[in-house]
């Protein structure tokens, strides 16, 4: 069973820092693309980072310079560093491997991520 677990979300001030973690579990990390999305209240669900097997990364303009993900494969888990945050980064906040993200059923709970003074 496919399963992933969020964590490390919070309240942070603008221009603060988290970093959330990932644990997954059904899936042989080393071998997957894994994601990060968020969600914000009214918006559709976006990809913030991407990082392929090869440790490949890409990010969309809006978070890149601020946001890094990684992986350690050998922990089974999947990082986002968030840098220089912004109001608007304000979000649920998800990961998942790319070849699971039509599936609803792979989606886990999410963790709030909400920056404001």
């Known amino acids: 069973q496919v399963q992933f677990v969020e964590s490390g979300g919070g309240l942070v001030q603008p221009g603060g820092s988290l970093r959330l973690s990932c644990t997954t579990s059904?899936?042989?990390?080393?071998?997957?693309?894994m994601g990060w999305y968020r969600q914000a209240p009214g918006k559709q669900r976006e990809v913030v980072a991407l990082?392929?097997?090869?440790?490949?990364?890409n990010y969309p303009d809006s978070v890149k310079g601020r946001f890094t993900i990684s992986r350690d494969n050998a922990k089974n888990t999947v990082y986002l560093q968030m840098n220089s945050l912004k109001p608007e980064d304000t979000a649920v906040y998800y990961c998942n491997a790319l070849r699971f993200v039509s599936m609803r059923q792979s989606w886990g709970q999410g963790t709030q991520v909400t920056v404001s003074s």
């Open positions: 990082i392929t097997s090869g440790h490949v990364t």
């Open positions: 059904g899936i042989i990390l080393s071998l997957d693309t």
